[in-house]
């Protein structure tokens, strides 16, 4: 594909639901990380995936908050009974490697009620 | 962990002045240093980044600079356009020796640029 792609662009759930966020990465490219970006902030990092496992997970706030990838491709974040603060923009990106440049995918875009 | 602070937050300028956005970091360890922009409900694009070999990297009208022994590194605009105006993200490769090659952001620079 041309880029980084995630789904779905909005998710709007009520508080205790679970959701499930995809990021589609650039083909070939091995390292996959999750971020989360409240209204007004920088990017805070989440997960770090290379291929299908993920030596670093230091950056899930709760264990609420799962992801998984498979293939070495597509990944899933799974928040468990969403919260109100759990509202933010969720962002993947990819690289190469970990040493490489990561390219971002558009978001997507949580309201939790 | 590394620790990565940006200034100013908010930056407003006239159409072809410079803009120069700062940010210093904790780990010393640290080797890649990009600066992102981010336009309103887009995704972050990559527009610069250097490593730790070296001081300074500039294309067109972009640069930056980094000072390993007093750990900052700034972004250079010059010759701003009102399609600079965007927030801008400096961030640091949190992990020191790359990795995981996570990136530790900024709080991020409100940049306005008046014609």
């Known amino acids: 594909g041309a880029g980084v792609s995630q789904s779905p662009s909005n998710k709007v759930t009520e508080k205790g639901k679970d959701v499930e966020l995809r990021c589609d990465p650039i083909?070939?490219?091995?390292?996959l990380y999750w971020y989360r970006q409240s209204l007004g902030q920088g990017l805070e990092f989440l997960i770090y995936?290379?291929?299908?496992?993920?030596?670093?997970k230091s950056g899930l706030p709760s264990d609420r908050f799962s992801a998984e990838r498979t293939g070495g491709s597509v990944s899933t974040l799974t928040i468990q009974r969403t919260q109100q603060e759990d509202s933010a923009v969720y962002l993947c990106?990819?690289?190469?490697?970990?040493?490489?440049?990561?390219?971002f995918g558009p978001g997507t875009r949580l309201t939790v009620l | 962990g590394e620790n990565v602070e940006q200034h100013p937050s908010t930056l407003s300028v006239q159409e072809g002045d410079s803009a120069v956005i700062k940010c210093t970091y904790s780990d010393s360890a640290s080797n890649y240093f990009p600066w992102y922009k981010q336009e309103l409900g887009k995704r972050p694009q990559l527009i610069i980044d250097i490593r730790s070999n070296v001081g300074e990297k500039k294309d067109q009208r972009i640069a930056v600079t980094l000072n390993k022994t007093a750990k900052h590194f700034s972004l250079h605009i010059t010759e701003t356009q009102p399609e600079d105006s965007a927030v801008y993200f400096c961030?640091?490769?949190?992990?020191?020796?790359?990795?995981?090659?996570?990136?530790?952001f900024g709080q991020g620079t409100t940049l306005q640029v008046k014609p």
């Open positions: 990106a990819g690289g190469g490697s970990s040493y490489n440049e990561q390219f």
């Open positions: 961030a640091a490769r949190g992990d020191g020796s790359g990795n995981t090659g996570k990136l530790i």
């Open positions: 995936f290379q291929g299908n496992s993920a030596p670093d």
């Open positions: 083909s070939g490219h091995t390292a």
